[in-house]
């Protein structure tokens, strides 16, 4: 997977992208095939949204649907103007999964390995982003649409979503999408779904995991929203840092995990940020966060190596 120089190691639908005055991304930023693209990206105050653009497929997650977003996700990631991302999706799918009609023996075996190998890189870019993902969902996610909620750092649903890996009823079993899965929900929960291809509820799939917050449709924007300013009020670089090492700790027996995140706080505590916040509490102001430090951050995609 490209990382193209990244460093960092450290609703009520979709009205207010057209109420409010985002700046879109700049024009040419992902290639363009025939056809709209079946991703848009807006980005004002640090918060850059990309929705799937999709609805009449159901957002499915096609080649070009998994590029669009790839390119999303990894423009201008190293800017200090960047600080979250939220990924929505038009109509009431947030996304079926992948396009089957992709997967017939029409297409070649390599056919086939690109979408899988493309999926998987874009799934592995939003751990290893520098800035928090939030998935922000108001329907039906299935299968890689599953896949995408599990692997963002944080989910917000509406009340009126759900979430089911159906492969096997059709006999493709959800095997990708087991990976974000299973690393999200216990594993009998995983397999029960895995197994029979039943949804389960938003709070079912809160209560195991799956979800950060669930709240009635009417307020998933602003609950969503409020998270996102949260974030994007805070220091770009000590956000990234924490990023990273969680993820990197996560794998790690627990005498490594804790030698690992004391590296870390004093590399945390060096940084011009981590002595401003420091001073700021003790002098009972409030902090003044630098972003001058971000690119001195190593940003890996293999953090959990």
Not at 19 to 28: E, H, V, Y
Not at 291 to 297: E, I, K, P, Q
Request: proline letters at 6%.
């Amino acid at each position: 997977m490209a990382a193209l120089g990244l460093r960092a190691f450290g609703t009520k639908g979709l009205g207010w992208l057209r109420r409010n005055p985002w700046a879109p991304l700049s024009a040419g930023f992902c290639s363009r095939g025939p056809g709209p693209r079946p991703t848009s990206a807006r980005q004002r105050e640090g918060i850059r949204n990309i929705v799937l653009s999709d609805p009449k497929k159901r957002n499915a997650l096609s080649l070009a649907m998994l590029k669009s977003l790839q390119s999303d996700l990894l423009h201008e990631a190293e800017s200090k103007d960047l600080k979250v991302i939220i990924i929505s999706a038009e109509g009431p799918v947030f996304s079926s999964g992948h396009d089957l009609k992709e997967l017939t023996d029409e297409q070649s075996p390599d056919y086939h390995a690109e979408v899988f190998q493309t999926c998987s890189e874009v799934m592995m870019l939003i751990q290893n982003h520098p800035v928090p993902v939030i998935a922000m969902v108001n329907g039906l996610a299935t299968a890689a649409g599953c896949q995408l909620v599990a692997s963002c750092d944080i989910a917000v649903a509406s009340d009126k979503s759900s979430f089911a890996t159906p492969g096997v009823n059709i006999g493709l079993f959800c095997s990708t999408p087991a990976v974000a899965l299973g690393r999200t929900v216990p594993r009998k929960v995983a397999l029960e779904m895995l197994f029979t291809g039943e949804p389960i509820s938003a709070q079912e799939a809160l209560l195991h995991g799956l979800l950060s917050k669930v709240v009635p449709e009417e307020q998933l924007e602003e609950e969503t929203m409020r998270i996102a300013k949260k974030i994007a009020s805070l220091s770009r670089p000590v956000v990234s840092l924490g990023k990273a090492t969680f993820y990197k700790q996560l794998p790690q027996d627990l005498r490594t995990a804790y030698y690992l995140t004391s590296q870390t706080m004093v590399d945390n505590v060096a940084l011009r940020d981590g002595q401003e916040g420091i001073k700021a509490f003790i002098q009972k102001r409030k902090p003044i966060w630098s972003h001058d430090n971000a690119a001195s951050l190593g940003f890996s995609e293999n953090q959990n190596e």
